[in-house]
């Protein structure tokens, strides 16, 4: 296996973990509301 393949598949995973991990935060409905407030709150 070449080396430089390794790493494609290193940071392709890396970053597939990364887009699961956010698109998890996202799917909770509450840490939306919950985001949103404490926004609001800087300005209020």
């Given at each position: 296996m070449d080396k430089r393949l390794g790493w494609r598949l290193l940071w392709a995973l890396v970053?597939?973990?990364v887009l699961s991990a956010v698109f998890m935060l996202y799917a909770d409905p509450m840490?939306?509301?919950y985001?949103?407030?404490q926004l609001w709150s800087c300005f209020g």
């Open positions: 970053a597939a973990a840490l939306m509301v985001m949103a407030n």
